[in-house]
């Protein structure tokens, strides 16, 4: 006799949105199994199925293989229940009833299907908003959860009777239920606007784009989550131009490459890297600036990796078809430091001095999402920013979350909130002293408290006292009658590591923290430290050498004001000092614009400055000693030129000793400085580059095994901070551990302060009583 089963599943994850009920209502008649699959509110969808046992297996072995492409499973629950009598199988309402809180999906780059409409006839033929079940825009989108289509901007766009019966109909793969979809007929039309907001009429918005790009001007052009500045990547007067008009003389421009062959004339591309690149995801990665690349020198001054991305709308696919490169200039649609432009007024009041033309869609772009960023240490990806494609999706903790909010750092933030076991970072807000930031940040968490439903009792605080984060942290604390609970910024950042390797709740382990500044438990600049640390508490078991930082941030704009303090620390006498700064050329005015004056203040200042036990001014002080980095005109500049700086060559064997003093271990950087300054006529200065950062990455790592020597903690160090991305100071620690220790770095959240919310959540939660 056969055996009728039912079954009822409730699956997590990212499964509205993404044709997955569509999708199991297919498979369900193709197994002849009968039963419904309902949406529940908050987004999680139930399934029941009933018929013969062997049909039902088979249905959940398809579940799970042939599911659409976005869609990720995080969870299942499954329930065996009396069967009902179900015969045939339907899609239900939608229902509004609480289940449990769900991933709201995020954005996802236009897939091959929808790209291959775009080239054939019918509706969809060179319309360069096309989506589909599996691909285009979601959470820049969403009003409001459940992903509905009246819950997004979508809704001013009704569909046409085309896209309405393709909606309808539970046989159309790709369109059934698909909220996001439309044609030419009924989608957002794109538009051509001069810089000052007078509209063009113009056949073929594409077509025209491209040729003005080859002409050379200067386009923005509307995506996802904001707009972007197109420019030609290959001639360096253009992109000079570009960096003349934005006030941004060196920091970094990505390019959107046609598809992965180009990208490989360009950069060189490690196995794997493009199926990264193509993923739904589409991030900007990182790579290796190929030898005699056809790219201009000035889309990335003193650096050895291009950031380069793939097309993720039609419409860029369409304009990077039409251009002779095959590769362009695609960076943020702002000004210098400015939040991402969202809206037409925005480009038209922000940016009008920077491009010529703007193209546009009608679309509205209801949360700014920027491109993710990744790049490639110790051999694998780590993100630099973790944004359109992976935000908000949340990630898992090892034990309970308390509902709380935590407002993160200052510059290149991200905020989060948690519940349950999950912790939903938001998506990369930007630097908090710039203005609008905060607002933005601010209007973000209480979305998210909002959709989820969630009541915080602790908001999360770096403890700078001048953080303008802290503010907002009073605002959210009042709003919601939540309590205040400050966490240390390295103390968070190895939370934020421990977390994503689920270490429990009580557990201790050894972190290398290691970043450019935070607050200090004494009131002193931190940022090379090794912490003995649980999510609740933490020592400071060692750290770099402390050294003044003559100026305080003027020391941080110029990194030679941090070695004029280094030197001073060490013992060196003005004379000595100058005297070096001269045979270095240190003393001219792209150095330090007072030139000896400036560096006979500095040196007098630093008895009454603020010292500092940072790895980036450490970085600094090398980069400026050996000639890669003059000033810093972006966050990281010095320390990412010296990496780059030690491509391609052997490292000289330098020494940092470790040294116990009050009470904890720390690097003899001043030990160090004799040997490079020793070094500068007899090697190159590749080759010293390199030898400073291996030796300071030992140093920590020899420090992190005296942590470890004599207890029973795991042989596991966790390395994070923003200077944790630093293929040299990796190898350095690894080499330092040896094969006894295993090395664990960030990979599923970005290290630096993107990432730190999450660990001062974890770290507040556990503080707070039941
Ligand atoms: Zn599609
Ligand atoms: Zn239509």
């Known amino acids: 006799m056969r055996e009728t089963v039912a079954l009822k599943l409730r699956i997590v994850g990212i499964v509205q949105g993404v044709g997955f009920r569509p999708f199991i209502y297919r498979l369900a008649v193709a197994r002849g199994v009968g039963g419904y699959v309902v949406n529940l509110g908050g987004s999680d969808v139930e399934v029941y199925v009933e018929g013969e046992r062997d049909s039902i297996v088979s249905f959940l072995r398809g579940l799970i293989e042939e599911k659409p492409p ?40 236009i897939c091959v299907h929808c790209l291959a409409e775009i080239h054939s006839a019918g509706r969809f033929y060179k319309y360069p908003w096309n989506s589909c079940a599996w691909c285009g825009p979601r959470f820049s989108m969403m009003y409001d959860v459940p992903y509905d289509r009246d819950r997004t901007s979508m809704r001013a766009f009704p569909l046409c009777e085309e896209c309405r019966r393709d909606y309808e109909d539970p046989y159309n793969i790709r369109r059934f239920h698909a909220q996001g979809i439309s044609c030419k007929r009924c989608g957002p039309a794109t538009r051509v606007f001069t810089a000052d907001g007078r509209e063009l009429v113009v056949d073929d918005p594409v077509e025209w784009a491209a040729r003005r790009l080859e002409e050379g001007y200067i386009i923005a052009v509307k995506g996802v989550g904001g707009y972007h500045i197109a420019a030609l990547a290959s001639n360096d007067s253009v992109v000079a131009e570009l960096r003349r008009r934005k006030g941004r003389p060196a920091k970094p421009f990505a390019l959107m490459v046609r598809d992965c062959r180009i990208a490989s004339r360009i950069v060189v591309i490690p196995r794997g890297a493009c199926a990264v690149l193509s993923s739904a995801e589409r991030p900007i990665l990182l790579l290796p600036r190929r030898p005699g690349a056809p790219v201009s020198e000035l889309v990335a001054p003193g650096l050895d990796k291009l950031g380069v991305m793939l097309p993720y709308t039609g419409f860029q696919a369409l304009l990077l078809e039409r251009m002779k490169d095959g590769f362009l200039i695609m960076t943020s649609g702002n000004r210098s430091g400015a939040p991402m432009c969202t809206s037409l007024e925005c480009v038209i009041d922000e940016l009008a001095d920077i491009v010529d033309y703007i193209v546009d869609h009608e679309r509205v772009i209801v949360h700014r999402v920027d491109d993710s960023v990744l790049r490639y240490t110790a051999g694998r990806l780590v993100f630099l920013r973790r944004s359109r494609g992976y935000a ?15 407002v993160g750092a200052e510059l290149q933030n991200a905020g989060a909130v948690g519940f349950e076991d999950k912790i939903v970072p938001t998506q990369y807000i930007g630097d908090m002293d710039e203005p609008g930031q905060i607002e933005e940040l601010e209007r973000e968490l209480n979305w998210l408290i ?40 390295h103390h968070a950042h190895a939370a934020s590591a421990m977390l994503e390797y689920n270490v429990a709740n009580g557990e201790t382990r050894v972190a290398i923290t290691i970043d450019g500044a935070g607050y200090g438990e004494d009131g002193t600049i931190w940022g090379g430290e090794v912490l003995v640390v649980s999510y609740r508490e933490f020592k400071r078991v060692g750290s770099l050498h402390s050294f003044p930082l003559p100026g305080g941030d003027r020391a ?38 007072y030139g000896e004056a400036e560096a006979r203040a500095s040196y007098l200042q630093c008895s009454s400055s603020i010292s500092t036990t940072s790895m980036g001014r450490t970085l600094d002080a090398a980069a400026v000693l050996l000639g890669v980095a003059e000033r810093r005109s972006y966050e990281g500049e010095p320390a990412m030129r010296l990496e780059a700086a030690a491509r391609g060559c ?18 003899n950087t001043c030990a160090l400085v004799e040997q490079v300054v020793d070094a500068l006529d007899k090697h190159s200065t590749c080759s010293i580059a390199g030898g400073v950062q291996l030796a300071l990455g ?36 690894r080499e330092a551990l040896g094969k006894e220790v295993e090395i664990r770095l960030q990979r599923k959240l970005p290290p630096g302060d993107g990432g730190i919310a999450v660990g001062q959540l974890a770290i507040a939660s556990s503080r707070i009583d039941e």
Request: hydrophobic share 40%; charged share 25%.
């Open 70 to 109: 976005p869609a990720r499973i995080e969870g299942v629950d499954l329930e065996v229940v009396e069967p009902r009598g179900f015969r045939s199988f339907s899609i239900r309402r939608s229902e509004r009833r609480r289940g449990r809180r769900s991933i709201i999906p995020p954005d996802f780059g």
């Open 392 to 406: 908000p999706a949340w990630i898992y903790s090892p034990f309970n979350i308390k509902e709380s909010i935590a």
């Open 450 to 489: 909002r959709v989820y439903g969630l009541k915080p009792r602790v908001i999360a605080v770096d403890k700078h006292p001048f953080y303008r984060t802290r503010s907002l942290a009073l605002r959210l604390a009042e709003k919601y009658g939540a309590e205040i609970v400050e966490v240390q910024h």
């Open 556 to 593: 941080t704009l110029y990194p030679a004001r941090a070695l004029i303090g280094l030197l001073y620390s060490c013992g060196w006498r003005l004379e000595e000092v100058l005297q070096l700064l001269s045979s270095r050329n240190m003393l001219s005015p792209s150095v330090l614009p």
């Open 650 to 667: 052997g490292a000289v064997g330098f020494e940092a000793p470790v040294e116990l003093k009050d009470g904890r271990f720390v690097v």
């Open 698 to 733: 030992r140093a920590l790592g020899q420090i992190a095994l005296n942590a470890l020597r004599g207890t029973r903690l795991p042989a596991v160090v966790y390395v994070t901070g923003g200077a944790s991305v630093n293929d040299y100071l990796v190898e350095g620690i």
